[in-house]
């Protein structure tokens, strides 16, 4: 069955510094999503792509974070510098374009802002 | 922003008895999903009712959606040790282009 890959699974930084994560999509999927989660909160929009366009990124913080997808393809999530607040699960989803479509997620990459 | 809110944020249940969350919205919507999450784990999605929907079975889940009301509530019947996990609604608003929002979830705990 195709899944969502993202990878790392688990990043530990010290404040300041730059992290980046990957994601790939499930092939064919025009749609992809990365999301913050906080513990114990839910998932939070942080940019949506629609093949390499981006169509959403009013939460992203555009002063540390960017996301490109340059193919259409994969996509790369980064923010520099790190702050301590960054601190939590990045999460990927990718969909089919359409109405009512469901969104499958990776794994995540948990992280952690020393 | 989140719009939906569920509740109860958590809910501790023997195995074998039904559990009910809620879920409730602020704006009008083109679906509803409900999703799952393990600890620590990426999401899963249970099941989709459409705005015109009003209830949806799948398997040992049953979804209702009142829109008049802006709620919707999911109910796992005959619960099993494995459904412990945490249980997000979430709202594909109208005219967001698929952005989904979601609430802060409830947690479920079924004890064997």
């Known amino acids: 069955e195709a899944e969502v890959a993202q990878s790392p699974r688990y990043k530990i930084t010290e404040k300041s510094q730059a992290v980046a994560f990957w994601c790939d999509p499930i092939s064919g999927h025009a749609t992809l999503y990365w999301y913050r989660q906080i513990l114990g909160q839910g998932p939070e929009l942080l940019v949506q792509f629609q093949d390499e366009s981006v169509v959403d990124d009013s939460q992203l913080p555009k002063d540390r974070f960017s996301a490109e997808r340059l193919k259409g393809v994969d996509s790369t999530l980064k923010i520099q510098p790190a702050e301590l607040g960054d601190s939590a699960m990045y999460l990927c989803?990718?969909?089919?374009?359409?109405?009512?479509?469901?969104?499958?997620f990776g794994p995540g990459t948990r992280l952690t802002v020393l | 922003s989140q719009q939906g809110e569920e509740d109860p944020q958590a809910l501790s249940i023997q195995e074998g008895e039904n559990a009910t969350m809620n879920c409730s919205y602020k704006t009008s919507i083109n679906n509803l999903q409900w999703y799952r999450q393990n600890s620590g784990r990426g999401l899963v999605h249970l099941i989709l009712?459409?705005?015109?929907?009003r209830e949806k079975h799948s398997g040992r889940l049953r979804v209702t959606l009142d829109t008049s009301k802006k709620s919707s509530s999911l109910l796992i019947t005959a619960s099993r040790a494995a459904d412990t996990a945490s249980y997000f609604c979430a709202t594909d608003v109208n005219n967001q282009g698929g952005k989904l929002i979601f609430g802060q979830g409830t947690e479920l705990s079924v004890k064997p």
């Open positions: 009712i459409r705005s015109n929907e």
């Open positions: 989803a990718s969909s089919t374009y359409g109405l009512y479509n469901e969104q499958f």
